[in-house]
């Protein structure tokens, strides 16, 4: 109401310093016009008689910077779907909140919707402050890893700043560091070809690292990064500060706790996304050239794919008489399953061609960069807009349905050749043909009717789960039993192991080459090879592409 009236208002008043005062028991705000008033209607009052109001009176207020309120991203799966988020008010009318978090919400800003709980009392807010924090919620209950962390250009900017010899020009470094607020020591200079004065990268990125981390760990680029006395060396990539994957991260808030932790975090985006800006980043479609010889040899992949084809076909016949049938199929399966072999095996050599190109482009080249540190894309991808496309597929097969006896008009009947059934060799760079552009939206349409139908199976099971589960609890007692609300036992140790996997190391309940370390005096000397858990990238806003990748679940 307030800020309506102000609206009408040419010169609008400032931010009162509360909005109104009401009685939470009878709503009545103060009666400006009834001055005088009766014992009963002073008792009522919201004011004493000198216009202050009474102690258990409800002040309303604007939102301030600082007031700690609930955020929420539906579907809410899990425990970090709501955390308490610190308010800071800016102009404008749509929520804004630090990238680090989308992770966890699941959040995009492609239309996504969220709420905000703004808690009223005293109580709650210290409750929901204690118990829902951003901070509190870095370490999954899942896995003990971070699920909070640094996605895309703080990745990219990681992988810029940390790689083996990068040189920052100090006025350059100083900027970066200036973004941090950074007022520590500053890092040794070193002078580059050109004799100009320089911050080795990761001299930079030591300093906000904690002294107490040792750690020693593979990269994605397949690099060995090692920490010691905070202090690194090695490429840092989506493995060492990636939200679910990142070592480094998992690190620093494990032993330093959550606090130090989100100091970490934010120090660390923000530098990377300086590193970014300062050394430039960009990508464009010419990240996807390819040299003539390279087109040509991927050309020529995929004709001699459609040739293996053909005399496959020739092989076959006209009934499939005399044709080797494997055990359990028809021969017409078997042929099937051939000639989707001999594509695939097509499609691959093409993707490999582009890929040792795109390879050896590789520091300069944004797209691989990218791709190689995790920050967005995968190598897969770059194939697919560089060397060729592949089999457009509907439910695991080559496409059968469509018009009599062929997929399109514009082939023969009863073809089964590989363009007449879906396959596709050109790249999206260089441009899909008219009958490869409609199957590939026919395999696109699938995927898109899957995701859309698996969100509501396992929003389902999700929902049946939780009600089974919901009287369940760990109990203190010496096996740490899991028991009802009737008190009977449902597992005599939690996990059968009783193990709480916050608090483990990605699975297993602590970190061996750590205590060895730690008893021995060693330096981690062991590359510990852990499976990464990396979640499908897919994207879930209406028209885009989605293709079924080739590889399941993941990248390489
Ligand atoms: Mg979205």
Not at 317 to 327: A, I, L, M, S, V
Not at 340 to 369: F, H, P, R, W, Y
Not at 386 to 408: C, F, H, M, P, T
Not at 478 to 489: P, Y
């Amino acid at each position: 109401m307030w800020e309506l009236e102000q609206l009408d208002k040419v010169n609008p008043e400032p931010l009162p310093e509360h909005l109104d005062v009401i009685c939470p028991h009878c709503g009545s705000p103060e009666d400006p016009i009834y001055g005088e008033r009766t014992g009963i209607e002073d008792r009522l009052s919201t004011f004493d008689r000198d216009g202050n109001p009474k102690p258990g009176m409800l002040v309303e207020r604007h939102l301030i910077d600082g007031d700690v309120a609930i955020f929420n991203r539906q579907p809410s799966l899990h425990r970090m779907s709501m955390m308490v988020h610190e308010v800071r008010v800016m102009q404008g009318h749509t929520f804004r909140f630090n990238l680090a978090v989308c992770t966890p919400y699941n959040a995009d800003f492609d239309g996504d919707e969220m709420n905000l709980h703004v808690i009223q009392s005293e109580e709650a807010r210290a409750e929901a402050k204690i118990l829902m924090r951003v901070q509190e919620h870095i370490l999954t209950p899942r896995y003990g890893g971070a699920v909070i962390g640094g996605i895309h250009d703080h990745i990219s900017g990681a992988y810029l700043l940390s790689r083996p010899g990068t040189l920052i020009r100090v006025e350059y470094g100083l900027e970066m560091l200036g973004n941090i607020g950074w007022t520590g020591k500053l890092p040794e200079i070193v002078k580059d070809e050109n004799n100009k004065d320089c911050f080795r990268g990761q001299d930079i990125i030591s300093l906000i690292i904690p002294d107490n981390i040792h750690l020693r760990f593979r990269s994605r680029s397949n690099d060995d990064v090692v920490v010691r006395e905070g202090s690194v060396e090695g490429t840092l990539d989506k493995r060492a500060i990636g939200a679910e994957d990142g070592r480094l991260l998992d690190a620093i808030v494990q032993t330093n706790g959550p606090e130090k932790g989100a100091k970490f975090l934010d120090e660390f985006t923000q530098l990377s996304i300086a590193a970014c800006t300062a050394l430039g980043f960009t990508t464009g479609i010419d990240d996807e050239d390819l040299s003539p010889i390279s087109l040509d040899a991927i050309e020529k992949a995929n004709a001699d794919a459609r040739t293996l084809v053909e005399e496959e076909l020739a092989a076959f016949g006209k009934d499939g008489k005399g044709y080797e049938t494997r055990p359990g199929r028809t021969p017409r399966e078997t042929l099937e399953e051939n000639i989707m072999v001999m594509l695939d095996e097509g499609k691959q050599k093409a993707g490999d061609i582009a890929k040792d190109e795109l390879n050896q482009s590789g520091s300069t080249n944004a797209a691989v960069n990218m791709a190689i540190s995790g920050a967005r894309g995968s190598m897969d991808n770059l194939t697919m807009m560089a060397g060729s496309i592949g089999q457009a597929k509907v439910r695991g097969k080559r496409l059968e349905r469509g018009y009599n006896d062929r997929v399109l008009a514009h082939f023969k009947r009863g073809g089964r050749g590989a363009l007449d059934r879906g396959f596709i060799s050109n790249s999206f760079k260089r441009g899909l043909e008219p009958t490869e552009f409609f199957m590939l939206s026919v395999s696109g349409r699938e995927s898109l009717v899957d995701t859309a139908v698996r969100t509501a199976k396992s929003g389902y099971m999700q929902r049946r789960l939780i009600n089974a589960m919901d009287d369940l609890k760990v109990y203190d007692d010496e096996m740490l039993s899991v028991r009802n609300t009737a008190n009977r036992i449902i597992q005599f140790s939690y996990g059968e192991d009783g193990i709480d996997p916050s608090r483990g190391v990605h699975g297993s309940p602590f970190n061996i080459d750590v205590i060895v370390d730690d008893a021995l005096g060693t330096e981690g000397a062991t590359v510990v090879e852990r499976k990464s858990r990396e979640r499908d990238e897919n994207e879930e806003d209406m028209g885009a592409w989605e293709f079924e990748a080739e590889t399941e679940g993941g990248e390489n």
